[in-house]
């Protein structure tokens, strides 16, 4: 028999609208949008927003005709990822095992809290606890599978608590749309109902067979993730495979200078990353996003290195080669992939060693004051405000 | 047109030249072959707008006359037909059919005006050598060129010539090659870098006998002649680093170990280094060589000891195994000595015993151990 499992997601509410109204309590109670002004999209809204219709990942210009006197703002940009640590580290003091899956969401594995307390006891505790500890609102599921959880999560929402008990799994499912299970999105779910699933329910009374055949190969595990079975493996030992930056534009560019300009700025600011992650890359990848949002992305393996000046030099030489002269620029990327830990090889005609000290100290410079302080004369940029 | 050739001696001289063919190319006429017949000789021609190679046979032919015969399906065919004299029938509008035993085969050509013209050998300085000299100079240095299309310059070989000898010099920053012959003498004092893919032709082909080859070059373009065939490369326009400076003069440390022992226990321990980095780290001390190499991600682990002779303080100092065993392979003879100073100076190796007329020395850089 398998041990039951216990799974607790929590997911902080519209954490970067709740970060920003924690910075500047006047916001609250308001609609409340994150995210670039111009041209970006709508990275988090406030739960009034909501009401407009607004939802995250629609561009800001919809978001603004549906609720002009909504406020932007992304002032609190480097705030996001100091909260998120300080939840993390929270979590990580009080539960066995985590996996962050992403800057605003985490599983747990809270198994065996039983013998010891209350595992519903505990892990409203520890939401509690954080609330207290953040000031800011979080939600979160427990249930004996991560999708169920996560599930959960979403029904607590605003700021609750959803505990979904063993053996009760069906009962909480089966009356939900099929849009609300874990990976269902808008074609899959077009899909499925035209074939007459539009409840978990139905999608649990249909024979396997038949929803593999409508669902393809995810559909064994759509039908039993509809039977309340799902993984509860927690991947705590999580690899990052690349590390990468791009930029929206606020309009279109065609001037080279520029995108040079941002290409030092976007490759500057990933090597810090890897730096800190004491990691060498071996592969750099550009993506340039044209005004009509076809991509192209190419890549090159290099020698393995974190050294700003043949990082840049790669991804000038990348974006050189694969930039259609005078086709406007929506968007840029740098990607690092091939990423190992530091071995530096040394080489017989630059003194690596010595330009290494040199981005080491300006890494310090950014621990110490900021990352935003120091930077390549090249990339620096006008001040807007 | 019209002309028999021998089906086997014709594919013989095309594999020497069919390497410059690029698979995807963007003009469409340099995946042909330039067949020109000229008075029972055939001269075919390929290349890459770089590089251009040349071969000659002796065939059948009344009249004379050219045309592009497309390489891929020509060199299909013909490694799927049996020896035997096969004719070839070009019409005006350059459409090909090739009669066999078997049957006959019908290809388009193209109009040979339009292949690209060759460079021509004017103001050139020539010099002499022997084709094994040349091979060999290639198969020791050519390994240790660069990749790296941003330093151009290390992506070829680099020749120095003078009255006294010929010396070739590769580099990928991480290591570097030079590789001396007396045995061979130029007019003039000159230097020029030649890229890496006619090298790798060169070996394919030439052989490494003594035959005698005359090679000529000008300030753009190499030009290689072995009796028919020919080969003539665009030189890479770029100045090689300055390599004289990084070569240490007195790297105080010498160890002595047999090289195929050595070069086994290095294969066998980079089998459980980190597959990115190779690292695989020497402990010297006494006359005990100490190899170790760990991938942390997969838990693997591997250490080996063998003896050697060292006259050095204890040392432990970290190098990329595939560099070192490749250095080993150029290296002839029995036994090398490696000259060491400090973890985080370069390493020379060297054949402990050379033959008079070359001279091999190679340097490796170390890996950055981590603190």
Same mark, same amino acid.
């Given at each position: 028999?398998?041990?039951?499992?216990?799974?607790?997601?929590?997911? =902080?509410?519209?954490?970067?609208?709740?970060?920003?109204?924690?910075?500047?309590?006047?916001?609250? *109670?308001?609609?409340?949008?994150?995210?670039?002004?111009?041209?970006?999209?709508?990275?988090?809204?406030?739960?009034?927003?909501?009401?407009?219709?607004?939802?995250?990942?629609?561009?800001?210009?919809?978001?603004?005709?549906?609720? $002009?006197?909504?406020?932007?703002?992304?002032?609190?940009?480097?705030?996001?990822?100091?909260?998120?640590?300080?939840?993390?580290?929270?979590?990580?003091?009080?539960?066995?095992?985590?996996?962050?899956?992403?800057?605003?969401?985490?599983?747990?594995?809270?198994?065996?809290?039983?013998?010891?307390?209350?595992?519903?006891?505990?892990?409203? /505790?520890?939401?509690?606890?954080?609330?207290?500890?953040?000031?800011?609102?979080?939600?979160?599921?427990?249930?004996?599978?991560?999708?169920?959880?996560?599930?959960?999560?979403?029904?607590?929402?605003?700021?609750?608590?959803? /505990?979904?008990?063993?053996?009760?799994?069906?009962?909480? =499912?089966?009356?939900?749309?099929?849009?609300?299970?874990?990976?269902?999105?808008?074609?899959?779910?077009?899909?499925?109902?035209?074939?007459?699933?539009?409840?978990? /329910?139905?999608?649990?009374?249909?024979?396997?067979?038949?929803?593999?055949?409508?669902?393809?190969?995810?559909?064994?595990?759509?039908?039993?993730?509809?039977?309340?079975?799902?993984?509860?493996?927690?991947?705590?030992?999580?690899?990052?495979?690349?590390?990468?930056?791009?930029?929206?534009?606020? %309009?279109?560019?065609?001037?080279?200078?520029?995108?040079?300009?941002?290409?030092?700025?976007?490759?500057?600011?990933?090597?810090? *990353?890897?730096?800190?992650?004491?990691?060498?890359?071996?592969?750099?990848?550009?993506?340039?996003?044209?005004? @009509?949002?076809?991509?192209?992305?190419?890549?090159?393996?290099?020698?393995?290195?974190?050294?700003?000046?043949?990082?840049?030099?790669?991804?000038?030489?990348?974006?050189?080669?694969?930039?259609?002269?005078?086709?406007?620029?929506?968007?840029?990327?740098?990607?690092?992939?091939?990423?190992?830990?530091?071995?530096?090889?040394?080489?017989?005609?630059?003194?690596?060693?010595? %330009?290494?000290?040199?981005?080491?100290?300006? @890494?310090?410079?950014?621990?110490?004051?900021?990352?935003?302080?120091?930077?390549?004369?090249?990339?620096?940029?006008?001040?807007?405000? | 047109?019209?002309?028999?050739?021998?089906?086997?001696?014709?594919?013989?001289?095309?594999?020497?030249?069919?390497?410059?063919?690029?698979?995807?190319?963007?003009?469409?006429?340099?995946?042909?072959?330039?067949?020109?017949?000229?008075?029972?000789?055939?001269?075919?021609?390929?290349?890459?707008?770089?590089?251009?190679?040349?071969?000659?046979?002796?065939?059948?032919? %009344?009249?004379?006359?050219?045309?592009?015969?497309?390489?891929?399906?020509?060199?299909?065919?013909?490694?799927?037909?049996?020896?035997?004299?096969?004719?070839?029938?070009?019409?005006?509008?350059?459409?090909?059919?090739?009669?066999?035993?078997? *049957?006959?085969?019908?290809?388009?050509?193209?109009?040979?005006?339009?292949?690209?013209?060759?460079?021509?050998?004017?103001?050139?300085?020539?010099?002499?050598?022997?084709?094994?000299?040349?091979?060999?100079?290639?198969?020791?240095?050519?390994?240790?060129?660069?990749?790296?299309?941003?330093?151009?310059?290390?992506?070829?070989?680099?020749?120095?010539?003078?009255?006294?000898?010929?010396?070739?010099?590769?580099?990928?920053?991480?290591?570097?090659?030079?590789?001396?012959?007396?045995?061979?003498?130029?007019?003039?004092?000159?230097?020029?870098?030649?890229?890496?893919?006619?090298?790798?032709?060169?070996?394919?082909?030439?052989?490494?006998?003594?035959?005698?080859?005359?090679?000529?070059?000008?300030?753009?373009?190499?030009?290689?002649?072995?009796?028919?065939?020919?080969?003539?490369?665009?030189?890479?326009?770029?100045?090689?680093?300055?390599?004289?400076?990084?070569?240490?003069?007195?790297?105080?440390?010498?160890?002595?170990?047999?090289?195929?022992?050595?070069?086994?226990?290095?294969?066998?321990?980079?089998?459980?280094?980190?597959?990115?980095?190779?690292?695989?780290?020497?402990?010297?001390?006494?006359?005990?060589?100490?190899?170790?190499?760990?991938?942390?991600?997969?838990?693997?682990?591997?250490?080996?000891?063998?003896?050697?002779?060292?006259?050095?303080?204890?040392?432990?100092?970290?190098?990329?195994?595939?560099?070192?065993?490749?250095?080993?392979?150029?290296?002839?003879?029995?036994?090398?000595?490696?000259?060491?100073?400090?973890?985080?100076?370069? *390493?020379?190796?060297? $054949?402990? @015993?050379?033959?008079? /007329?070359?001279?091999?020395?190679?340097?490796?850089?170390?890996?950055?151990?981590?603190?």
């Amino acid at each position: 028999m398998f041990q039951k499992r216990y799974i607790a997601h929590f997911d =902080l509410d519209s954490f970067f609208v709740s970060v920003e109204i924690l910075n500047n309590p006047s916001l609250k *109670g308001k609609p409340v949008l994150v995210g670039g002004y111009e041209r970006g999209v709508v990275a988090a809204c406030s739960y009034e927003a909501r009401k407009f219709g607004i939802h995250s990942a629609m561009p800001m210009k919809k978001a603004l005709q549906l609720c $002009p006197h909504a406020i932007v703002t992304n002032s609190s940009r480097g705030e996001y990822s100091k909260y998120s640590r300080i939840v993390t580290e929270i979590i990580h003091e009080k539960v066995p095992a985590f996996e962050k899956a992403s800057i605003d969401e985490f599983y747990c594995d809270m198994t065996g809290m039983d013998k010891f307390f209350g595992v519903s006891h505990y892990t409203r /505790e520890l939401r509690e606890y954080i609330i207290k500890e953040t000031g800011l609102p979080i939600s979160c599921g427990l249930g004996s599978a991560k999708f169920i959880a996560k599930m959960a999560t979403n029904e607590a929402k605003p700021n609750g608590f959803l /505990e979904i008990p063993h053996g009760r799994e069906t009962d909480f =499912l089966w009356p939900l749309g099929i849009e609300k299970i874990n990976g269902v999105g808008k074609q899959t779910e077009q899909h499925l109902k035209t074939f007459g699933l539009y409840k978990i /329910e139905d999608i649990a009374r249909t024979p396997k067979e038949l929803i593999e055949k409508y669902a393809g190969k995810w559909g064994e595990s759509l039908w039993n993730k509809a039977h309340g079975r799902g993984s509860a493996e927690i991947e705590t030992g999580w690899e990052q495979k690349s590390m990468s930056h791009e930029n929206t534009f606020d %309009k279109d560019y065609t001037d080279i200078a520029f995108l040079h300009k941002e290409i030092v700025r976007l490759t500057e600011k990933t090597a810090y *990353g890897l730096r800190e992650d004491e990691k060498l890359t071996g592969c750099v990848t550009i993506k340039i996003k044209y005004s @009509d949002f076809e991509v192209s992305s190419r890549q090159e393996t290099i020698d393995y290195t974190a050294l700003d000046d043949q990082l840049i030099a790669k991804a000038k030489d990348l974006f050189n080669k694969s930039y259609q002269k005078g086709r406007p620029v929506r968007l840029i990327g740098v990607r690092f992939s091939q990423l190992i830990p530091f071995t530096m090889q040394m080489s017989l005609f630059d003194n690596n060693i010595s %330009k290494l000290n040199l981005y080491k100290a300006v @890494d310090n410079i950014k621990n110490q004051f900021g990352s935003e302080l120091v930077s390549k004369a090249s990339s620096l940029r006008k001040k807007t405000k | 047109m019209k002309f028999i050739v021998s089906s086997s001696s014709l594919l013989k001289q095309l594999q020497h030249i069919s390497g410059v063919i690029n698979a995807n190319t963007v003009l469409p006429i340099l995946e042909d072959f330039l067949f020109e017949v000229e008075k029972n000789k055939l001269t075919v021609v390929a290349t890459d707008l770089e590089t251009v190679m040349r071969i000659q046979l002796d065939i059948e032919a %009344k009249d004379s006359g050219k045309v592009c015969i497309p390489a891929k399906i020509l060199l299909d065919s013909l490694k799927n037909i049996p020896d035997q004299p096969l004719t070839f029938n070009i019409d005006k509008n350059f459409a090909i059919e090739i009669t066999s035993d078997n *049957g006959k085969y019908k290809v388009m050509g193209e109009n040979p005006d339009n292949f690209p013209k060759e460079p021509v050998s004017d103001d050139t300085t020539s010099f002499t050598v022997t084709a094994s000299a040349l091979i060999t100079a290639i198969n020791k240095t050519l390994f240790a060129t660069s990749t790296d299309d941003l330093r151009p310059a290390m992506t070829g070989v680099f020749f120095e010539l003078d009255k006294k000898g010929m010396q070739c010099v590769a580099t990928d920053a991480h290591r570097l090659v030079r590789y001396k012959r007396k045995d061979v003498s130029c007019p003039k004092s000159d230097t020029f870098i030649v890229p890496r893919k006619p090298l790798n032709l060169l070996k394919t082909a030439i052989p490494g006998n003594g035959d005698e080859l005359t090679i000529s070059y000008n300030s753009n373009h190499l030009f290689v002649k072995h009796g028919t065939t020919q080969m003539s490369c665009r030189l890479i326009d770029a100045r090689f680093p300055d390599y004289k400076v990084v070569i240490p003069a007195d790297n105080p440390y010498r160890l002595t170990v047999n090289k195929s022992d050595f070069q086994s226990a290095l294969r066998r321990v980079s089998i459980f280094s980190n597959k990115s980095t190779n690292q695989v780290a020497l402990n010297i001390s006494g006359s005990e060589l100490q190899l170790a190499a760990q991938d942390v991600d997969f838990s693997f682990e591997g250490t080996e000891r063998m003896k050697c002779q060292y006259n050095g303080e204890d040392l432990m100092i970290a190098f990329n195994a595939k560099f070192l065993i490749e250095m080993l392979n150029a290296a002839d003879g029995d036994e090398v000595n490696v000259e060491l100073s400090t973890p985080t100076k370069a *390493g020379l190796i060297k $054949p402990t @015993d050379q033959d008079e /007329e070359e001279e091999l020395l190679m340097l490796v850089m170390p890996l950055m151990l981590n603190q």
